[in-house]
């Protein structure tokens, strides 16, 4: 279970981007997170993993405040969670294999040489997820000839060598043409459903919104405006 107790950020420059933010996510939920642009989605995200601070309120996840960690404990906890990026956010000239296996290094920038990082078990596992997300033939390309969706596959290959319970996906289809928009987002809904991940997926079209996710939180400026069910989310406007 993760709740979302009265969060708040404000920005250096005075943006408030989330006021009083509060809800909860199940365990084994696949949530989407609706908004306009600048709404706050990104910022909610990327609150939730610490890669920004929170200005204010809890985020409780399996009993333990996650904006009150440092150090290694938020670094134990972040390996439970695996991110998903608009961008894509590979190592644009590393191989394809190398952005997935770092995934196995947690939150480093930087690709190390392959060689003599990872066990046996961690390349076969690689190799596993490489497989499951239907880019094999890809593996030893340049992560930047891919194509975008390509590209998204890796993201979420790299996510799934942390072995993440929690998937937050910062609109992961924002840059996608609609069919691959879905391809992804059935992929999402897999591992929701398939390995009982729970799942935190932006997006802003009302019409993805109607076919994914078990539930919705609805952001406007920064506020939380809607939480129910996927049917009833046109009511929000
Ligand atoms: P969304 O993901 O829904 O587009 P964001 O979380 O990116 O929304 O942005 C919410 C608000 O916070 C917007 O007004 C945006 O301009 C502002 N914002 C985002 N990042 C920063 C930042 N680093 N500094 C100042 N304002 C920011
Ligand atoms: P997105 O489309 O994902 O919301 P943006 O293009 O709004 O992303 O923002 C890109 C980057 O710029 C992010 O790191 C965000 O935090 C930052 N940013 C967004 N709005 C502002 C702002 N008003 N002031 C400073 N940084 C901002």
Redesign the pocket.
């Given at each position: 279970m993760l709740q979302i107790k009265n969060l708040t950020k404000v920005?250096?420059?005075g943006?408030v981007?989330l006021k009083n933010v509060s809800f909860e996510v199940p365990d084994g939920e696949f949530l989407i997170v609706i908004?306009l642009?600048?709404?706050?989605?990104?910022?909610l995200l990327r609150c939730i993993n610490r890669l920004i601070n929170p200005t204010e309120g809890e985020i409780i996840w399996n009993g333990i405040d996650l904006s009150k960690l440092e150090g290694e404990d938020l670094r134990k906890a972040r390996r439970k969670i695996g991110m998903i990026f608009q961008n894509f956010n590979l190592v644009k000239r590393s191989s394809v294999f190398s952005n997935v296996m770092s995934g196995r290094l947690g939150y480093s920038r930087t690709i190390p040489s392959m060689f003599g990082q990872f066990s046996k078990d961690d390349i076969e596992m690689g190799r596993k997820v490489v497989e499951r997300l239907g880019i094999t033939s890809q593996m030893h390309k340049r992560a930047d000839e891919l194509s975008g969706g390509q590209q998204q596959r890796v993201g979420i290959a790299r996510a799934l060598m942390q072995e993440p319970e929690l998937i937050l996906a910062d609109e992961p289809v924002a840059s996608l043409d609609p069919v691959l928009a879905h391809s992804i987002l059935k992929t999402l809904e897999t591992l929701n459903q398939e390995d009982g991940l729970t799942v935190i997926c932006?997006l802003h079209y009302l019409d993805l919104v109607q076919r994914y996710g078990t539930s919705v939180v609805g952001?406007r400026e920064?506020e939380v405006v809607y939480r129910g069910s996927r049917e009833d989310v046109r009511k929000m406007t």
């Open positions: 920005y250096p420059d943006t981007a908004g642009s600048g709404s706050g989605k990104s910022t932006s952001l920064g």
